[in-house]
């Protein structure tokens, strides 16, 4: 398992269901990777896709974006931790707001997952976040508490689990919470139990060249998780330069 102690920061790059071959050669060619290598950049392909980077990338860390929760058997068209680990894969999304919205994945399947990706010595990158609904009526700490009781396994500590604070509705909407807002919701999640007082948290929701670095320079804002922006290489390069 890699030790996330030697880094200061995480630029999580998911890339959803987007890119080719051809997009990643370009990608890869194109991309400025900062000289600071305490700044730990991942980059989550799809996972047919994943064989192909590893091959490839030169300063860059490997990502899934899932993983079942079962080891092995009769589960058709899944991925299995061991598979990742196979293809030398450092880190695992799990709990994505899209796998919980579109997969109906529950806290039991990323609590599943979770465990599995540490036994495996993969990091797990879990991801939680309240819906607009849950923010207008005030909900926000109750989601948040109920995710970190349910979806982090009891083996979860500061070095084998990255946590990503992404508020739904921030996700894909060019919407952000204010600087403020960030800073206070990552810090009742590092002081929800003391458990958490160490855990690395990233921001995730509309990160950009333009937002990117005044929210990764709050205190306890370890990192970003960059879905659309993390497509373009020269924006991608802007978010990570040193
Ligand atoms: P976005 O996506 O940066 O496009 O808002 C973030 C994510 O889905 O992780």
């Not at 974006?65 to 080891?71: A, H, I, L, T």
């Not at 509309?206 to 998780?225: C, E, F, Q, W």
Request: glycine share 6%; aromatic share 10%.
């Amino acid at each position: 398992m890699i030790n996330l102690n030697k880094f200061s920061s995480y630029f999580v790059a998911n890339w959803k269901l987007n890119g080719d071959f051809n997009f990643i050669d370009q990608f890869l060619d194109q991309l400025k990777i900062p000289k600071n290598d305490s700044k730990c950049v991942v980059i989550c392909p799809t996972s047919v896709h994943l064989n192909y980077i590893s091959t490839k990338k030169k300063g860059l860390y490997l990502g899934a974006q899932n993983v079942s929760q079962y080891k092995s058997g009769a589960f058709t068209g899944e991925i299995s931790c061991q598979s990742l680990l196979d293809l030398k894969v450092d880190f695992c999304i799990v709990g994505h707001s899209e796998r919980r919205q579109k997969y109906f994945e529950t806290e039991i399947d990323v609590n599943q997952k979770t465990q599995q990706l540490i036994d495996a010595k993969v990091i797990p990158i879990v991801c939680i976040g309240e819906t607009l609904e849950d923010k207008e009526n005030k909900r926000t700490t109750n989601i948040l508490a109920k995710q970190l009781d349910d979806g982090i396994p009891e083996i979860s500590n500061s070095n084998n689990t990255l946590i990503a604070y992404e508020p739904v509705w921030a996700i894909g909407t060019g919407l952000t919470p204010t600087l403020d807002e960030i800073y206070q919701t990552h810090e009742f999640i590092k002081n929800y139990d003391t458990k958490f007082n160490n855990f690395k948290i990233l921001y995730g929701g509309s990160v950009k060249a333009s937002n990117a670095k005044k929210i990764v320079s709050l205190s306890n804002v370890d990192g970003a998780l960059i879905g659309g922006a993390s497509l373009k290489h020269d924006e991608f390069g802007k978010i990570i330069e040193d």
